[in-house]
């Protein structure tokens, strides 16, 4: 059965602990990382959390669910929506914070899910509506209110900007091997995305300032 992108809601016994739904989403992710998404049973994830299989169970009804779960639940937490009144300014908090993120605890599990996708429909069907959708749709929103501000150029390729953005940083993160830290988020931003969207300084033919 497809899945639908929301969680069941109906509760049994005694009320849900979100305190457990944090160890167990931790638990998830920690043994994706280890053994990927294919070899994670819930036995597996129920071990590590020292929780019984029945406790998850009540919460997700497959591991399916409990990851697109974990991984919309961790984007939500953990990629801010900055407006800091700049394009520069919300770019630079943004890819910085959405580096860190890749580039920590989740990061292994990050890889060995997107290295899944390809073989599991499903699965992808879930990632791109759960995870994918959501640093679309911020960094959408970030040029959106820069555009309202006057400071895109006219031709300035929004959906191309958006491709390459999550492309440089999981590029980085999955081939390289190199870090994802402030000098390559200033170098992506100094060197390809703000020459791309900036408009033009009168007279000059050169990109507007980039606020710091």
Known sequence: MPYSG???TAQRGRPRDASRDAALRRAALDVMAEVGYRALTMDAVAARARAGKAT??????SKLELVIDTC???VSQNLPEPNTGSLAGDLREFLSAFAAFLSGPTGKAAQALVGELPHEPEL???????FLSSQRDVLRRILDRA????????DAPRS????????????????TGEPLDDVFVNRL????????L???????????PATR
Not at 56 to 61: A, D, P, S, V
Not at 147 to 154: A, T
Not at 160 to 175: K, Q, S, Y
Not at 198 to 208: A, S
Request: hydrophobic share 40%; no cysteine; glycine share 8%.
């Open 6 to 8: 929301e969680t069941r």
């Open 56 to 61: 998850i169970y009540r919460r997700w009804e």
């Open 72 to 74: 919309a639940h961790l």
């Open 124 to 130: 992808a069907v879930a990632f791109r509506r759960t």
């Open 147 to 154: 555009d309202r501000r006057g400071e895109l150029r006219p």
């Open 160 to 175: 191309m900007l958006v491709e390459l953005t999550g492309a440089a940083l999981t590029h980085r993160l999955m081939l």
């Open 189 to 196: 931003m100094s060197q390809v995305l703000l020459p791309l």
């Open 198 to 208: 900036n408009r033009e300084r009168p007279g000059t033919g050169q990109p507007g």
